[in-house]
């Protein structure tokens, strides 16, 4: 962006912003489609991986340390391709540190892109912790915006800044370590004033986007390690591994000193909470331990609908002992009455939310093996939150069903349009891959097609 597309606020939030809106606005961000309060995948994020990887840093590096946000999985997939281990941070820091990734030997593409996606770096990703030796060649992260001088914004919580001090206190990267960040062209400021950044924020080396790379020319300071005095009691409390290098720190003698007023970024609730209606109603309680509607809590290989909260089962109890005969027989008479009254209801609920559904897509072309499981974790992926799931694996196709359309200029928090969810759906694959198309998801609106399924909601 240029001088004149500047926010008038001078904050480290107003540039944010300013990206975020342009983003969405013009039309450049693939699935999660809501950019706020994220790292966005940009388009063209494949095309910035393939230029990264042409680097001659790219190339000589053997470990990699990658942030794990989606604009940074094309990089992920070319470093497994390429050989090259990758070190992960563990999401918001809560478990550990780093997951370790080394390539599969003999693994195919289809099976080191998986293993580059969220749910494959979980499931395959060795923990590592403070204590480990690791040496790391290299450090790409994600960005809303940076400028040609080198100042980096990330989404404002602060996490990438505190991996990369802590990977300098574990010795595992020097102030030689090359920092690169891959963004759209349109996150790339001229300048960003210099006075917003403090001490402890990570500025990047290497620029990369769809169309050009960027080398800062003279490169910016970096962080020597964790500055104590910037964090608050909780937040290291919260973090296991921030406490474990506290206690290091003050074994070896020296003087930690948390700062006093704890006002951590961290705080704020995450967007996706906050979009939550059910959240601003004083009487839902959930249940622990039970995702709701958009959560996809697991369910058997039955045909089954899956909804957001279950009817609470409701028993007769035991029947009292004694010698009333009759009053027994009418308790008993009563709770039955009482039983079918709320199996009614409970139909009504039913067929009500039947009559909300706005649309349906069938999948089908689904494989023997797949799971509901799998399914699920491939729409968390790509954004895709149906209100409802009917599953049929067992005939190879699956209903998602939705409550509502979005129109392009309304709220984020609303369900997406027709054309944007089928997009997200493209080449999707579930189930065990044999490697060829005929893996791919067949995806088409459900039949009979209403007028309200039309890409153009105002017209309707």
Same mark, same amino acid.
């Given at each position: ?9 001078? +904050?480290? $939030?107003? /540039? ?15 699935? *999660? ?6 790292? =966005? ?29 989606? =604009?940074?999985? *094309? ?24 997951? $370790? ?14 293993l580059s996606k969220i749910h494959g770096l979980l499931e395959a990703g060795k923990p590592l912790g403070v204590d480990s030796k690791i040496h790391v060649d290299l450090v790409i992260l994600g960005s809303v915006c940076v400028s040609h001088d080198g100042y980096r914004l990330g989404k404002g919580k602060g996490f990438a800044d505190l991996e990369y001090a802590i990977m300098t206190r574990m010795g595992a990267i020097t102030q030689d370590t ?5 963004? $759209? ?23 990369? +986007? ?20 910037? &964090? ?24 930690? +000193? ?19 209606? &059910? ?35 409701? +028993? ?10 009759? &009053? ?57 939150? *149906? ?14 069903? /939705? ?7 309304? &709220? ?20 065990? *891959? ?27």
């Amino acid at each position: 962006m240029t001088d004149e597309q500047l926010p008038q606020e001078v +904050t480290k $939030h107003s /540039f944010r912003q300013k990206v975020w809106d342009y983003l969405m606005k013009n039309d450049l961000v693939n699935f *999660p489609l809501v950019v706020y309060d994220r790292i =966005p995948n940009f388009k063209g994020a494949a095309e910035a991986a393939l230029r990264t990887a042409e680097l001659e840093e790219f190339k000589k590096a053997k470990v990699i340390k990658i942030n794990p946000d989606k =604009p940074q999985e *094309p990089i992920r997939f070319l470093a497994l391709e390429a050989n090259k281990e990758i070190l992960v941070p563990i999401p918001r820091l809560r478990s550990g540190l780093f997951l $370790h990734i080394t390539p599969v030997a003999g693994a195919t593409k289809h099976e080191l892109r998986n293993l580059s996606k969220i749910h494959g770096l979980l499931e395959a990703g060795k923990p590592l912790g403070v204590d480990s030796k690791i040496h790391v060649d290299l450090v790409i992260l994600g960005s809303v915006c940076v400028s040609h001088d080198g100042y980096r914004l990330g989404k404002g919580k602060g996490f990438a800044d505190l991996e990369y001090a802590i990977m300098t206190r574990m010795g595992a990267i020097t102030q030689d370590t090359i920092v690169i960040t891959t963004v $759209h062209d349109c996150q790339v400021f001229d300048r960003l004033p210099p006075e917003l950044f403090k001490e402890y924020d990570v500025p990047v080396d290497i620029i990369v +986007t769809p169309t050009q790379t960027i080398v800062v020319n003279p490169r910016l300071k970096k962080p020597n390690g964790i500055i104590w005095s910037m &964090l608050s009691e909780r937040r290291v409390k919260s973090m296991q591994v921030l406490q474990q290098l506290k206690d290091m720190d003050e074994k070896d003698g020296k003087i930690v +000193t948390l700062k006093e007023e704890d006002s951590d970024t961290e705080t704020q609730k995450p967007y996706r909470n906050r979009s939550n209606p &059910l959240r601003n109603n004083k009487r839902f309680k959930p249940r622990k331990n039970v995702p709701g509607v958009n959560d996809f809590n697991e369910e058997g290989e039955k045909q089954c609908t899956i909804k957001g909260r279950s009817p609470k089962k409701r +028993t007769l109890g035991n029947i009292k002992s004694g010698t009333d005969n009759n &009053l027994v027989a009418n308790e008993v008479e009563e709770k039955v009455e009482n039983n079918d009254r709320n199996t009614q209801r409970r139909k009504n609920l039913r067929l009500r939310s039947k009559s909300q559904v706005a649309f349906s897509l069938k999948l089908s072309n689904i494989s023997s093996s797949a799971r509901i499981r799998d399914l699920k974790n491939a729409l968390l992926e790509r954004g895709v939150k *149906p209100n409802e799931i009917t599953w049929l694996g067992y005939r190879g196709i699956c209903y998602l069903h /939705f409550n509502k359309l979005r129109e392009k200029n309304s &709220l984020p928090e609303q369900p997406i349009q027709v054309d944007s969810i089928m997009t997200n759906l493209q080449q999707l694959c579930i189930g065990e *891959p044999t490697g060829k198309e005929d893996d791919f998801i067949i995806v088409e609106p459900a039949k009979p097609i209403s007028r309200i399924e039309v890409t153009d909601v105002s017209s309707v």
